[in-house]
């Protein structure tokens, strides 16, 4: 789609193949490294190569966007030029297995939750089928553990943080309860406490995925004293329970392996799907841009905003990170062709557009799992003076 405003492909394309050349050879590298044997190597490329293949289709543009994100954040970006490892063969579940809590882990309530839970057990059986609210209600109204809203914490300790989890929704219903499916029991099982925020977009507007997350924020902490925050897109799944969604000294990208990219991060400064941030920090930064309407360039514009806040992002280790995203068509969406002129102006606009300008009128309900938090944005409702 931003090939249409694109005049010279060329380049672009360059740097696509280039990315995909230091993929196969860095795979080549690492299993000669090794010492396989020849043959495995050959079998991992082949598989590989037919991999390429089914998704180069559907693939391909998504790549295609993400390399001209990238190239446009490099030439904007004189903080880290660096590029992420690409560490294929990496296998973490060894090394992990020693510094996770044994089985027999005794808890006490009095203390706080260890960050690596025996219950944490590493890959999760994604299941994609889907499936209505009403059994996933059914589902989890045998645990009484779970109060209005989704909130819960642990019982046999004390929770190390205390998590709202905000969900930017319009017209996504099928995506919810696959979401809840998987996210529920992996934060149980990583004794966090937590809460659902449904931030469902209405009126007419494009789509605003950051003044979303804004009045999710607002309204949480209306509700209770959150530690941290997560910003979840509907349609991310975890793939691994060691994503642990607790905070930290920094800025967290949890989402830093999507099928839909291969698994590959698909350049350095991507901060989309999933992210997490203290209230602290999320503070500190004046929260997301109010004024990016439409598809795209918000989550850029929260990298930098983060960068000029003298915070760089942390990652999970190898396949921790990883995600499955539940496909789906873009109906009646459009892409915010803006996005490249504001987030040249990032840094100005920081301190004019976000917390601090925001106004809404919410409609606020609740369901046994979430609370649904619902406003019609206008770009009135966040002005900004000048800058
Ligand atoms: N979203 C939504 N309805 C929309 C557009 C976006 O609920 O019409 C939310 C949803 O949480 C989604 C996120 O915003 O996961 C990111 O949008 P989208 O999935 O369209 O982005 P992409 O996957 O194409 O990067
Ligand atoms: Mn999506």
Not at 7 to 13: D, F, K, N
Not at 98 to 106: G, M, R, S, Y
Request: charged share 20%.
């Amino acid at each position: 789609l931003l090939l249409q405003n694109r005049p010279s492909r060329l380049p672009l394309l360059r740097i696509f193949m280039s990315r995909l050349y230091l993929f196969s050879t860095s795979l080549l590298s690492l299993k000669l490294h090794r010492g396989r044997c020849v043959n495995t190597y050959l079998f991992m490329m082949q598989a590989q190569g037919i991999m390429i293949r089914e998704n180069m289709r559907t693939i391909g543009a998504q790549v295609y966007e993400q390399v001209v994100r990238s190239a446009y954040a490099k030439r904007n970006s004189s903080v880290n030029d660096s590029d992420y490892p690409l560490d294929l063969s990496h296998n973490d579940t060894f090394l992990q297995a020693t510094t996770f809590l044994p089985k027999d882990f005794t808890y006490f309530p009095n203390n706080t939750c260890p960050e690596r839970l025996p219950s944490m057990k590493g890959p999760i059986d994604v299941n994609m089928s889907e499936i209505t609210m009403e059994e996933i209600h059914q589902f989890f109204s045998k645990d009484p553990s779970i109060k209005l809203g989704g909130h819960w914490k642990p019982s046999d300790c004390l929770p190390r943080w205390k998590v709202a989890i905000l969900i930017p929704f319009r017209n996504r219903y099928e995506h919810l309860p696959v979401l809840f499916r998987h996210l529920i029991p992996m934060l149980q099982r990583q004794r966090l406490q937590f809460a659902f925020y449904v931030v469902e977009q209405a009126g007419n507007q494009p789509f605003n995925r950051a003044m979303l997350f804004n009045v999710g924020f607002r309204e949480a902490m209306k509700d209770l004293d959150w530690d941290c925050l997560i910003f979840h897109d509907v349609d991310h799944i975890p793939e691994n329970d060691r994503n642990y969604y607790g905070c930290g000294q920094m800025p967290r990208h949890f989402a830093a392996k999507l099928d839909k990219y291969m698994y590959l991060l698909p350049y350095n400064e991507f901060f989309g799907g999933v992210s997490g941030l203290t209230v602290e920090q999320f503070q500190k930064i004046n929260g997301f841009p109010n004024a990016f309407w439409g598809w795209g360039g918000e989550d850029d514009d929260l990298w930098n905003r983060v960068q000029f806040a003298g915070y760089s992002v942390t990652r999970p280790e190898g396949d921790t990170g990883k995600y499955k995203s539940i496909p789906h068509h873009h109906r009646g969406e459009v892409q915010f062709l803006g996005r490249y002129a504001l987030l040249r102006k990032s840094k100005e606009r920081q301190a004019l557009d976000g917390l601090n300008n925001l106004n809404y009128f919410p409609n606020v309900t609740y369901d046994a799992l979430y609370k649904n938090i619902t406003v019609n944005l206008t770009p009135e409702l966040a002005l900004v003076t000048e800058y």
